[in-house]
């Protein structure tokens, strides 16, 4: 009786070591995002990344559309050439002009969309899209651009929810970008010729941050393995011990 209460405790501990495995091998859930390459400072200029992870086993990420700010209005989009990818810039007529370099711009980039030309993003890669964006606004804090993603097989995401305040990020949130102080000695930033310049890492970048990606794999494939290996030694043990047991019962 007292080798089967032991049997039935070594199997709980070898199913909590199974739930660990789940746990430790499950993917992270993923959005559309955007981030500066550097500081998105306020009234300056920026590159930006819209980062397109694709979440489906069986489908590729062939499109992405990003709608820009329609209350902070920015006068230059400039997005960097991807191979692979088709991109169109639409612009709008603005309600009330805004000044660019003593220049008064009265139309706006309104939204910008890549389109694949061969396979896209393929499942278990993502795929940055940078943007060199300017002037940024000097009286907002952040800029929200609402994003649709389309697959192979149809399926549309819209990546269009804002986050309220002291709520829990919604199931499907908007790209933010966070906007810095500018410095205080009146430079916002970086010229839009010099923010163009920083896209050209913009590969580099993704290359690097794919290989921490596979290093963090590798440490979680470790931790499987020492997770395996404790169970194992456990059910041993537990063998060589209830084989005592019996045998000295026996005698």
């Keep these: ?5 032991i049997a039935s405790r070594v199997a709980a501990a070898a199913a909590v070591a199974g739930s ?3 746990v430790l091998s499950s993917p992270a859930f993923a959005h559309v995002s955007v981030a500066a390459e550097g500081s998105a400072a306020k009234g300056g200029y920026a590159v930006v990344d819209f980062k397109v992870p694709n979440e489906r086993d069986n489908a590729s990420t062939t499109k992405l559309e990003v709608a820009f700010p329609t209350d902070h209005p920015l006068a230059s989009a400039m997005p960097e050439p991807i191979n692979g990818w088709k991109i169109d810039v639409t612009k ?3 309600a009330k002009p805004i000044e ?8 706006a980039v309104s939204k910008i969309t890549w389109t694949a030309t061969g396979k896209g993003v393929e499942a278990g890669y993502f795929q940055k899209f940078p943007v060199s964006i300017g002037a940024l606004p000097e009286d907002a804090d952040e800029l929200v651009f609402k994003a649709i993603q389309t697959y192979s097989n149809k399926e549309v995401v819209r990546w269009i929810e804002v986050q309220e305040d002291g709520a829990d990020e ?3 949130p908007a790209p933010v970008l ?5 410095s205080e000695g009146g430079h916002h930033g970086a010229s839009a010729e010099e923010a163009s310049d920083k896209s050209d890492d913009a590969e580099a970048a993704a290359t690097t941050e794919a290989a921490s990606d596979s ?3 590798d440490t979680t494939a470790r931790v499987l393995g020492v997770v395996g290996i404790v169970v194992g030694a456990a059910g041993v043990a537990y063998g060589v011990l209830a084989g005592r047991r019996r045998t000295t019962a026996d005698a």
Aim: charged share 25%; no cysteine.
């Design 1 to 5: 009786m007292k080798a089967s209460r």
């Design 20 to 22: 660990a495995v789940l």
């Design 92 to 94: 709008a007529k603005l």
């Design 100 to 107: 660019l370099h003593g220049k008064q711009i009265s139309e």
């Design 170 to 172: 919604p199931e499907n």
């Design 178 to 182: 966070a906007l810095a102080a500018a």
């Design 215 to 217: 290093d963090s794999s």
